[in-house]
């Protein structure tokens, strides 16, 4: 079983720039399409972005197109969140996901989660 652990997040000003990574456990992490979920407080967890497991196809919210990069290193068994131009309405805990099919923003088929990881965005 991969298991996720996020890193990255923290305090930034509005317009700012942060990058999110997520390191995966395990030697499966290659055959695993990824994604980025993120749960504001009294919000639902709301998809944010994904990646294919080759990395050749990505998906993005339509709030964060524009502003936010996924990728990865499958020789580093680890996801990134590029994020810039953040705004305040950005800050959520951040959460990275795993699933064995691509299907980018359907979080049930997501099986593998991280603990998260704060991000906030002072106005």
């Known amino acids: 079983q991969v298991q996720l652990v996020e890193s990255g997040g923290g305090l930034v000003q509005a317009g700012g720039s942060l990058r999110l990574s997520c390191a995966a456990s395990?030697?499966?992490?290659?055959?695993?399409?990824m994604a980025w979920f993120r749960q504001a407080p009294g919000k639902e967890r709301e998809f944010v972005a994904a990646i294919t497991k080759s990395g050749g196809s990505t998906d993005y919210a339509d709030s964060v197109k524009g502003r936010f990069t996924i990728s990865r290193d499958n020789a580093k068994n680890t996801v990134y969140l590029q994020m810039n131009s953040l705004k305040p309405e950005d800050t959520a805990v951040y959460y990275c996901?795993?699933?064995?099919?691509?299907?980018?923003?359907?979080?049930?088929?997501?099986?593998?989660w991280g603990q998260g990881t704060q991000v906030t965005v002072s106005s």
């Open positions: 996901a795993a699933s064995t099919v691509y299907h980018p923003s359907l979080r049930r088929n997501y099986g593998v």
């Open positions: 395990g030697r499966t992490f290659s055959t695993l399409s």
